[in-house]
C-alpha cells in the first residue's frame, strides 16, 4: 500500500475518455457519472487538487451519497465538551486516500482532529460542537467516494492493542535494563581476570540487583500471567520454564549477591526476556490483522438501510429491521436485505454473491439478495429475510464454522514446545537432583547449577526462529503487492498439493470486453458508444471503453432492466437486450451481448467475454509444473467456465456452484487428505477460501472476502498465486532450520550446563549467538528475494 | 575509580530518560500506524495554506 505512494505519478491530467475522477472509461473531459463530479468539484473546491497526484491507484467510483444517516446515534461526548465519531472507512486504495480524507475533513470548520489509521481503516474524528454535525462529516467522505460504516465502540478498545502496548512497554523496559546490566556484566567479567576488587565486583551486582528485580518483575508479567493460567488448568506451556528459569535466577542470583559469590545471573534473565518478548511481539504484529478483520464483518452487515414507513423513511442498521418491511433501495446502493421487489425496474449487479458478470434485470416479484447492488433505478424491496437469515447471513455462519476450523490448525513453533517445556523441566530437576545426590555440592551450587540448566534451554532461539521467518517473508511478499494478514497463513500454505481457483475476478479480469467485431459492427461502433456513454451498465461501459472518442449523444433515454433509446436521424435507435431490439431468440454461445436495431435495417449483435489476466496462462502452466492439481469453481454457466477452462487448459472443473457446494467440494478434497489454496474473490468465496488450507483474494475482491483471505494480492498479475507459494514454502524450510538449529544448540548447550561448567559469560554469549544466528538466517529469505530481482 | 560513582547513575538516568520518552510515545499513539505515518510525511502539507483560505 505504502511502496505504491511513495511512486507518486506525476501529474495526470484528465485523459482523453477517461472520467478525471475516477479513471472509468467515458467521454473525454467528462464525468462517468453525478458521483464522481460532485466528488472532484469537493475536492477542487477543499483546494486538494493534489489528491490527484499523489495517488497510485484510480479513486473509487463515487456512489451517489448516501440518504441521510442519523450518525448522531454513535457520537461519544468527550469530557471537554467536544465530541467524538469512530467510523470504518471502506474502498480505500492507498495513502493518497488517507491524505484525501483527513485533509478534506480537517478543512472543516470546528474539527480538531481527524486521525484515518491506514491498518484498522478507521477513522476517528473530534469536534467542538454538537453532535448533530457528525452527519454532515461523515457526507463529506462519502460525497469523496467512500463508504462509511458505523463501528461499534464497545469494540474499539479490543484487547488487542491494549496487549500490544503492554509488550512493546515491557520490551523498552527490558531492553533498558538489559543493555545496563549488559554493561556492568562485562565489566565484572572481564574484572574476573583482571583483579577487580571483591568491593567493587559486589557493588556492581547490587546495581544490576537494583535495576533487574524491578524490570523483571515489570516485563516478566505476560509470561507469569501465562505461566500461571497455565498451570491452574493443570497445562504446561513455553512459559511456564520461562517463569520458572527467569525467577529461579534471580532468586539465586540474589543469594549469590548476599554472600559476596563471583557469579550473578541478572543480565542472563533480562536478557532472554528482552529476546521473548521482541519474537512475542513481532507475532502479536503479524495476528494483529486477523482480528481486525472480524470487527470489520460485523460493521458490513450492520449497514443502515431506508426504511419505508407509514410516518416517511427512517433510516436504520439491516440488522433490526423486520421481514415485511418495506426498503428503499436507490441506484447505485448496495442492497442491504433478502427480499421481493415490490416496485420498479433495474438491474442489479450480483456478481460478488453468485460470480455471474452482467446483471440481472429485476422487475416486481423478483427476487434480490443483501450484497446485490442496484444499478439502475430504485426499488422498492419487501424484506423477507434480515441479519442471520439472509443469504449473507448464511454465508457468515458458514464463514464462523470456516474459522473454527482453521483455529484446530497447530502451529509448528506449538508443536516443539508441547513436548519441549516437560523435558526442560525434567533436565532441570535431575540435574539438581544428581549434583544434590551423587556429586558433592552443596545445594545452593546444585540449584546454581539447575537454574543454569533453565536459563541456557530457555527457549530464546526458538521463540524467535519463527516470527522472525515470518516477518522476513511477510514484508518481502509486501514488496511484491501481496498483503499478508493471517500470521499461520505461510505455514499452512507451505504444503500446498492443490490450487483451487474461482473463475469471475480471479482468473479473469471480472469486467466485460468487447469482442472486436466485424466490418458492419465497426462502422456501427462510434454510434452506439455514443449512446452506451450515458449508461453505467457494465457492457455500455465496455463499449465505450472500445471506442474511447464517442461523445456522449443527446436524448438518450434509459430503460431499466431493458435498454437504451434514441431519437436517430432515421427514427428511434435501441441498444439493449434481445427482446428490447426485437430480436426474438438470442444465441447462445457463451457469450454476453448487446443488440442493437435500427428502423429498416438488421439488428446488430455486440458480443462481449470477460478476458483473462495478462499472466494467467503462464500462472497455470508453471503451478502444473510444479505437479499441483488445478481445479476451477465457479458460480457461473457452464459454457463460460468451460470456455476460461479449456482455454487455459484445466480439464477438472465445475459450474453453477452455490456457496455452500463451493465448500463442500473444498471439504471433500480435505477429507482425501489434499492441502488447498483457494484463489478467489467474490462474496461467494468466502465460505469456501475459509475452509481451505490456506487463501488468496485479489484486492479488487469483496471487503468479506478480503477479510477471510490469508493474503490479499495488488494488480492486475495472477503471479502473485507462485510467489505467494514460494515465498511460504522456502520460509517453512528455514523455520525448520531454525528450530533445527536452536535444538543442536541445545544438545552441545545443555550438557556444558549440567556440568556446571556455564558461567553468566558463557550463558550470555551462548543465549545471544544463537538469537542472532535464528535472526540472519531469516534474513536469508529477504536477501533471495532481492537478487531474484533483475 | 570513585568517576563510576558519578558515570553510572548519570548513565541510568541518560537510559531512564530514553525509556520515558519511548513508554511516552506509546501512550501518545506515536506507534499506532506505522504504515501511514511512513507515507504521510511525503505528503506536502495543505493545512496551512487551508487555514488561510478559511480566514480572510
New interface residues.
Given amino acids: 500500500?505504502?511502496a505504491q505512494?511513495?511512486q507518486?505519478l506525476p501529474a495526470r491530467p484528465a485523459l482523453a475518455g477517461a472520467c478525471p475522477h475516477c479513471g472509468a472509461p467515458s467521454a473525454a473531459g467528462e464525468f462517468c457519472c453525478t458521483g464522481c463530479s460532485t466528488a472532484y468539484a469537493l475536492i477542487r473546491g477543499?483546494?486538494?487538487e493534489?489528491y490527484y497526484q499523489?495517488r497510485s491507484n484510480a479513486a473509487p467510483v463515487a456512489a451517489d451519497a448516501d440518504a441521510d444517516v442519523d450518525w448522531s446515534e454513535f457520537v461519544t461526548p468527550l469530557p471537554d465538551g467536544r465530541s467524538r465519531l469512530s467510523v470504518l472507512v471502506g474502498d480505500m486504495q492507498c495513502?493518497a486516500c488517507?491524505?484525501l480524507i483527513e485533509?478534506a475533513l480537517?478543512?472543516q470548520?470546528g474539527m480538531t482532529s481527524a486521525q484515518?489509521?491506514?491498518?484498522?481503516r478507521r477513522l476517528t474524528m473530534e469536534w467542538t460542537g454538537p453532535a448533530a454535525d457528525a452527519s454532515r462529516f461523515v457526507q463529506i467522505v462519502t460525497r469523496l467516494g467512500y463508504r462509511c460504516l458505523p463501528v461499534d465502540e464497545s469494540t474499539v478498545q479490543a484487547d488487542g492493542?491494549a496487549g500490544e502496548?503492554e509488550l512493546?512497554?515491557a520490551m523498552?523496559?527490558a531492553g533498558?535494563a538489559a543493555?545496563?546490566i549488559m554493561?556492568?556484566s562485562v565489566s565484572v567479567w572481564s574484572g574476573h581476570g583482571d583483579g577487580m576488587g571483591v568491593y567493587?565486583r559486589d557493588l556492581f551486582h547490587g546495581?544490576s540487583a537494583l535495576?533487574a528485580i524491578p524490570a523483571i518483575a515489570y516485563a516478566g508479567r505476560p509470561f507469569f500471567r501465562s505461566a500461571f493460567n497455565a498451570l491452574r488448568h493443570g497445562r504446561t506451556n513455553m512459559d511456564v520454564p520461562i517463569s520458572i528459569g527467569v525467577t529461579l535466577a534471580v532468586v539465586v542470583s540474589m543469594a549469590e549477591v548476599m554472600r559476596s559469590g563471583p557469579h550473578a545471573y541478572f543480565d542472563a534473565a533480562i536478557t532472554l526476556l528482552f529476546f521473548l518478548l521482541v519474537g512475542r511481539f513481532l507475532d502479536l504484529r503479524a495476528r494483529g490483522f486477523a482480528r481486525r478483520t472480524a470487527q470489520q464483518l460485523l460493521a458490513w452487515t450492520n449497514r443502515p438501510v431506508a426504511v419505508l414507513t407509514a410516518a416517511g423513511v427512517i433510516q436504520r442498521p439491516a440488522s433490526r429491521v423486520a421481514a415485511g418491511e418495506r426498503i428503499l433501495v436507490a441506484a447505485g446502493e448496495r442492497i442491504g436485505v433478502d427480499g421481493l421487489v415490490q416496485e420498479g425496474v433495474s438491474s442489479v449487479d450480483a456478481s460478488l454473491l453468485t460470480g455471474e458478470i452482467l446483471p440481472q434485470s429485476v422487475a416486481p416479484g423478483a427476487m434480490v439478495y443483501a450484497g446485490a447492488t442496484n444499478l439502475e433505478a430504485p426499488l422498492t424491496v419487501q424484506a423477507t429475510a434480515v441479519g442471520a437469515g439472509t443469504l449473507v447471513g448464511e454465508m457468515t455462519r458458514l464463514l464462523e464454522s470456516a474459522e473454527q476450523s482453521r483455529s484446530r490448525f497447530v502451529r509448528l513453533a506449538e508443536q516443539v514446545a508441547r513436548w519441549y517445556a516437560p523435558v526442560v523441566h525434567v533436565t532441570a530437576l535431575l540435574s539438581f537432583a544428581g549434583w544434590m545426590l551423587l556429586g558433592d555440592a552443596d545445594w545452593r551450587s546444585a540449584v546454581l547449577i539447575a537454574a543454569a540448566v533453565l536459563i541456557i534451554t530457555c527457549p530464546c532461539a526458538l521463540a524467535l526462529a519463527v516470527p522472525a521467518v515470518q516477518v522476513v517473508a511477510s514484508s518481502r511478499l509486501m514488496r511484491s503487492g501481496i498483503l499478508v494478514k493471517s500470521a499461520t497463513a505461510l505455514e499452512r500454505a507451505s504444503a500446498i498439493d492443490t490450487v483451487i481457483f474461482d473463475k469471475t475476478g480471479t482468473l479473469t479480469i471480472g469486467q466485460p470486453r468487447l469482442v472486436p467485431p466485424d466490418a458492419t459492427g465497426q462502422v456501427l461502433l462510434p454510434v452506439v458508444a455514443a449512446m452506451a456513454a450515458r449508461s453505467r451498465h457494465p457492457l455500455c461501459r465496455a463499449l465505450v471503453a472500445a471506442c474511447p472518442d464517442a461523445v456522449p449523444a443527446d436524448h438518450v433515454q434509459e430503460h431499466p432492466g431493458q435498454g437504451l433509446s434514441m431519437a436517430g436521424a432515421d427514427g428511434e435507435y435501441r441498444l439493449g437486450n434481445a427482446g428490447f431490439a426485437g430480436v426474438p431468440v438470442s444465441a447462445r454461445d457463451g457469450c454476453s451481448e448487446l443488440w442493437f436495431a435500427r428502423p429498416g435495417q438488421l439488428p446488430y449483435r455486440f458480443r462481449f467475454r470477460d478476458s483473462l489476466r495478462s499472466d494467467a496462462a503462464a500462472v497455470i502452466g508453471q503451478l502444473r509444473d510444479q505437479g499441483r492439481r488445478l481445479v476451477i469453481l465457479s458460480g457461473d454457466h457452464a459454457d463460460a467456465v468451460a470456455e476460461v477452462a479449456t482455454a487455459l487448459g484445466i480439464d477438472d472443473w465445475r459450474a453453477g456452484l452455490t456457496p455452500k457446494a463451493k465448500a463442500d467440494f473444498i471439504l471433500a478434497l480435505k477429507d482425501q487428505g489434499r492441502r488447498i489454496l483457494m484463489v478467489g474473490d467474490g462474496l461467494n468465496d468466502a465460505a469456501a477460501l475459509g475452509f481451505a488450507d490456506a487463501s488468496l483474494s485479489p484486492a479488487t475482491g469483496m471487503d468479506i472476502t478480503q477479510n477471510v483471505a490469508d493474503a490479499v494480492f495488488q494488480g492486475e498479475k495472477l503471479g502473485a498465486v507462485p510467489e505467494f507459494l514460494g515465498v511460504a514454502e522456502q520460509s517453512q524450510r528455514l523455520c525448520r532450520q531454525n528450530i533445527g538449529f536452536s535444538l543442536v544448540y541445545n544438545m552441545f548447550a545443555v550438557p556444558l550446563a549440567i556440568a556446571g561448567m556455564v558461567t553468566p559469560l558463557i550463558a550470555a554469549v551462548a543465549m545471544s549467538s544463537s538469537s542472532l544466528v535464528v535472526v540472519a538466517n531469516a534474513v536469508r529469505l529477504g536477501l533471495s528475494a532481492r537478487k531474484a530481482r533483475p | 575509580?570513585t568517576i563510576?560513582l558519578l558515570l553510572?547513575p548519570a548513565?541510568?538516568l541518560l537510559?531512564?530518560i530514553?525509556?520515558w520518552a519511548?513508554?511516552w510515545a506509546?501512550?501518545n499513539g506515536q506507534?499506532?500506524?506505522?504504515?501511514?505515518e511512513?507515507?504521510?510525511v511525503?505528503?506536502?502539507d495543505?493545512?496551512a495554506?487551508?487555514r488561510e483560505?478559511?480566514q480572510p
Avoid: C, E, K, Y
Fill in positions: 500500500m505504502t505512494a511513495l507518486a477543499l483546494g486538494l493534489q499523489l495513502a488517507l491524505w485533509h480537517r478543512a470548520p484515518l489509521s491506514s491498518a484498522t492493542v502496548r512493546l512497554r523498552a523496559v533498558f543493555a545496563n554493561l556492568l567493587t546495581i535495576i | 575509580m563510576l553510572i548513565a541510568l537510559g531512564l530514553g525509556v519511548f513508554l506509546i501512550g506507534f499506532n500506524d506505522l504504515d501511514a511512513g507515507a504521510r511525503l505528503f506536502d495543505a493545512d495554506r487551508l483560505r478559511r
